[in-house]
Every structure is written in C-alpha cells, then in structure tokens.
C-alpha cells in the first residue's frame, strides 16, 4: 500500500520538476500544498558536454528536477558526488552503494553537426547492472523536450508506470486588459506550465477545451462572435474551423476515440441535447431525447458508452448510454446530490466527476466496477476534472481565495499539487494524451 | 428558503431606497449623456451586509437614448432589467412577474423593438451544465413573455452560465448571479 501510494506520489509531484531550473518563460507557478513522499534514491551525474561548448540546457539538472520533485526518489545532491562518470566503463557500484544510492543515471551529449546525441544509462547499484540505456538526437532547440524523454524513460523503468515529463496541458486563463476589459485565451503549455503558448483569445468567455485523441487538435467553445459556437483548431498550422454554430447551445465538446466524431451538446430543438456530430462532413444524429437538461458529454475509450450529466430526475446525475443510440440511459451516480461533468479513466473502469454535497463540490472518482465512490479534495467549488495520461492522477481546477488555480490530486487523495497562473484566474484544465 | 426570501426582500428595500441611489448618480457624470445609471441594492444571506448592484449596466448610453424615460425612472418596473433566481431553479419568482409583464406590455406596444435575454448562473457547479441551466432561466422568461404576445422574432437569447459573474469571489454573491439580464438592442 506504501508503495503504491509512492508511486502514484511520483508522478504527481514529478510535476514540479522543472519549476526551478528552466522556468524562465513559465507563467505557471507549481506549489506542493499536500504529502510528498519519498523513497528509492537516485544519483543523477553531470553529463559529458560536448567538447568547448556550454550546453544551454543543464540535461542532468532537468532529469533530477523531473524526478527530485516526484515524491518516489531521493535525488542526490551534485556535492555529495564524490567521481562524475560519464561513461558506463567509468562506474564504480561500491562507491554510488557506500553513499546510500539504490540508482544511477549518467550520460553525455555529444554534437555532430547541428545534432545533439544525448546518451543515458541507467543503473542499479546493487545488482551492479544496467537497467535501461537510450540515445536520443535533437537539435538545440529539442534538447529540454529530450531530457523530458530521458525522465520518462528512468521512471518507467523504475517505477513501472509511464512518467508525464512529456505530456501538455490546455487551459483557459480569463484576466482584466489594460482597459478593464476581460480577456480569455486559451493556452497550451508543456505539463510544468513551461512554454506557454495562447492558441486562441477573445474578449467574449471560452471555454470546454479537449483534446483530440492523437493530440493534434483542440475542440473547444467560444463567444467570440456573441453566441456559443464549437471550433476545432489544428496545433500545427493553427487553422481554426467552427463546427457548430446552431440556433442556442453550441457546448460540451468530446472527441470519440477514433478522432472522427464530437459528441456535443446544442439545444437548438428547444433544450439541450447530446448530439454525435460527423467532422467529414459536419453531420448529426440525435443522441439523447429527454426533456430535462442533458450535457456534458465523453466516450467510453471503447468508443461504445457515452456518459453525460442529466437533471432528467431532478438534481443532476450522471447516466450512461450506448453511443450508437441502442439502449436505455442507466444512472450511474447514486452519492450526493449532484454530480456532473464525468469522464473516464483510460481503462473505461472508473469515471470521475463533480459531486456536490450540502454545497461544497468536490472531486470524486467512482469505480463502475464495485461501485465504490472515493472523494478526493476539498472543495468547496472543485470543477472539471480529468484523468492524467498515465491514469495515476487527476487534474481539476478549484477556488483558492479569489483566484482560480489549477491542481492536481493522486488518485488516493494524498498528494495535490497547485499550479497557479502568474496573472489572471486559470481554469478548466485539459491533459493531452501521452505521444 | 431563508436565505432566497432575505434576497427577494432586497428588492422591495430597492425600490425604497432608489430615491437616495439617483441623488448618488446626480452627483456623478451619468445623466448628461442620457445613460441611465440607477442603482439598486442587495442583501447578502445573512441580512446584514448590503451590496451594491447596478442593475442597469447593460443599457448603454446610446440604448437610454433610444428608450423612453421610463427605462430610467426606479419608480417603473421597466428600470428593472434584472430577473433573479433559486438555486438550480429556472422557475420565474413570483417578484418578477410584474418586472417581465411591463417589458412585455412595452415591447408589443413597439414590435420593431428588439431585445436579447442573456442567462447567467452562480458558480457552483459545473460550466457546461451551468450553460444549460442558464439558458432554461431565459426560456422561462421567453416563454412568459411570449404569453403575454410579445413576438418571438424580437427575443434572442444566449446563455453565458457561470462565465460571466457580476458579483466575484463570495458565497453571498451567489444569489446576484443566478439571473436573466433583459438587454434592449
């Protein structure tokens, strides 16, 4: 149980990694707010650079600060390192054991041309053995993107569950311009807040983004022309294309599986309803045909189910139908008064959402399987929550004061992370799925 | 229940206190531009703390030109273009009845009139469900207005849900959030 709690510290807290070396254009600032663990230790060395060059991106550091921060290691600090091999044949095991390190890592980076060759081994010191070695080639502006890999890489190996060191975000941020006026933007960053980038603002709220499944698109809803409309923006090229703009809600936006549908709410046949619309050709079927309130749609990952909030009996409550139409909604949700806005886990076997109890929303994670139901923050007003890509944490955004901050939580409800924009409220976080 | 009547009675309280809120806005820039800033107050939950509203920000100093004089008199129900509502309610309050009555009445007596009702909600909760929750308060408006014989083709309506608050950050302020904003265009 201790283990599996610092595992999944890891990968939360890994998030904090790069917080202190390479911040320099990270509006997102990362603050540890509940129980970081610790366990295996860790010697990362300075790699080998390049012969008269100054890299300037310190490879080692990034990896120590990926790991350091992620509750599961122990990072050695460089002055207790008493040699700095960089190459396997240079590895003295006794001494790395003498001073208490389960694991090593050392590299180098060589440059041919304009390419940079980065080289890792990873060691365990006791069995004496190498347990993972890895070239990756970059050029200069890939080489902190590649010391992400290398992080990934070494927590795998180690902890068994994939890292998130590679991973962005998206998010919606919403501040007050120079005039007073409000401006909302939504951004994508890497998953530390670094390079932060808006891919869309308007002075009109927007809102719901979600990533397409193989990440290159980013659906989302915007006000910008003075009604709801649904865009699907392309990463790449930054082309953006409104996909629905009916009479009413345009809302809710999420991507089937396969990438070729959206399942959407509009109300434009007088309320609102999920409706599975075609990107080809911009088609719709009608999916529900309650009177009540139905919204908030996602995708089981087999593509087969689809959940969404109703307030078909009453309060609202999460309910679960197939996607082709063929069957009746069951109502999934039975603990507190309201719950809305689930999605599920990678596995399809649980779902999380917001459940409000006598006014105070929280996340809360329910498994379809036994049907446990597990709350695991605070609230009092905790919204939009989603699976990390690993599965091992979730990301939401809740009040904190006045500020809107994003946060992440372990999926035993012991570690939460705050990431809080350095201006303006930010919200409605959504984790790209893993490359 | 208790905290929703101390919120209707804040509105009675506005009516009576409208008096001293115009002599504020003398004293100010608005009304030589023909804007027509009347202000309005609110209690929080409690009873105790009164909040400052203008309920009157959306009529733009164009829109007040164009609009009898009536929009701008707090003695009219007309100057009210605010409608509130229950928590997880799209269910008109009796108190708004007259409010939604007298902009029927004026917009059948002027068909060319357009307006837009724009439903907002509190913050609790979710956005997208909130959107669709707000947009239901502005279609029982709709729908009351349509009753009265107002035209459907001068009524629009959008739904910002939560996103677009106009009291910020405290529990009382919910309660000012949950609401339809009448806006003459």
């Given at each position: 149980m201790i283990k599996l709690s610092k595992k999944i510290a890891v990968l939360l807290i890994s998030i904090t990694s790069l917080i202190y070396s390479h911040v320099v254009q990270a509006e997102l600032t990362i603050e540890i707010t509940e129980g970081v663990q610790s366990a295996y230790e860790i010697a990362v060395v300075p790699f080998a650079a390049p012969q008269g060059e100054q890299l300037a991106s310190d490879v080692a550091e990034i990896i120590a600060q990926d790991l350091a921060s992620c509750g599961y290691f122990n990072v050695l600090a460089r002055t207790a390192m008493l040699t700095h091999p960089t190459q396997p044949a240079q590895v003295k095991f006794r001494n790395w054991a003498a001073i208490g390190q389960d694991y090593l890592v050392i590299g180098s980076v060589t440059k041919d041309n304009n390419l940079y060759h980065l080289q890792m081994s990873l060691f365990d010191v006791y069995k004496k053995e190498q347990l993972k070695g890895l070239r990756i080639t970059v050029d200069a502006a890939s080489l902190v993107m590649a010391a992400h890999h290398l992080s990934d890489a070494i927590s795998q190996r180690i902890t068994g569950i994939p890292g998130v060191f590679t991973t962005r975000i998206a998010y919606v941020t919403s501040l007050f311009d120079a005039n007073n006026k409000p401006l909302y933007k939504l951004q994508v960053a890497d998953y530390d807040g670094a390079n932060p980038t808006s891919i869309a603002q308007s002075k009109e709220p927007i809102m719901s983004p979600a990533w397409s499944p193989d990440g290159q698109k980013i659906a989302y809803v915007s006000f910008e022309n003075k009604v709801s409309e649904i865009f699907v923006q392309t990463l790449n090229t930054g082309e953006s294309k409104s996909v629905a703009k009916y009479k009413g809600i345009n809302g809710s936006p999420a991507w089937s599986p396969d990438g070729k549908r959206l399942a959407v709410t509009l109300s434009k046949d007088g309320n609102s309803d999920i409706y599975i619309l075609t990107?080809?050709?911009?088609s719709l079927s009608k999916l529900t045909h309650s009177r009540a309130i139905d919204t908030e749609a996602d995708w089981s990952p087999d593509g087969r189910q689809i959940l969404f909030t109703s307030d078909r009996g009453r309060r609202p409550q999460i309910y679960m139908m197939p996607s082709n139409g063929q069957g009746r909604a069951k109502r999934l949700t039975f603990d507190g008064n309201y719950n809305a806005r689930g999605a599920f886990s990678a596995d399809g076997k649980s779902i999380v959402m917001v459940q409000g109890t006598q006014g105070n929303y929280r996340i809360a994670v329910l498994d379809?399987?036994?049907?446990a139901n597990t709350v695991l923050t605070d609230g009092p007003l905790d919204e939009s929550p989603s699976f990390a890509p690993n599965g091992q944490a979730i990301i939401y955004a809740r009040r904190k004061g006045d500020n809107e901050v994003l946060s992440t939580v372990s999926l035993d409800g012991q570690t939460k992370l705050d990431l809080q924009h350095a201006t303006g409220k930010v919200r409605e976080p959504a984790w790209a799925p893993a490359k | 229940m208790k905290i929703y009547i101390s919120i209707i009675s804040i509105f009675i309280m506005s009516l009576l206190l409208s008096g001293c809120s115009k002599d504020a806005v003398k004293d100010g820039s608005g009304l030589e531009d023909g804007s027509a800033v009347s202000e309005s107050y609110a209690y929080n939950a409690d009873g105790s703390k009164v909040t400052e509203l203008n309920l009157d920000k959306n009529l733009s100093a164009a829109e007040a030109l164009m609009l009898s004089p009536e929009f701008s008199d707090p003695s009219s129900p007309l100057s009210r273009r605010t409608i509130y509502f229950g928590y997880d309610s799209s269910q008109v309050l009796n108190e708004f009845i007259p409010v939604i009555e007298a902009h029927g009445q004026y917009l059948m007596n002027h068909p060319n009139q357009r307006i837009t009702l724009e439903g907002h909600s509190d913050e609790r909760g979710t956005r997208e469900y909130n959107i669709a929750l707000a947009e239901q308060r502005a279609k029982s408006v709709f729908k009351m207005l349509q009753l009265i014989g107002v035209m459907s083709n001068q009524i629009d309506i959008v739904s910002y849900g939560e996103e677009k608050p106009v009291a910020m950050g405290h529990n009382d302020d919910f309660a000012l959030n949950r609401r339809v904003e009448v806006v003459y265009k």
């Open positions: 990107l080809a050709d911009l379809l399987v036994s049907g | -």
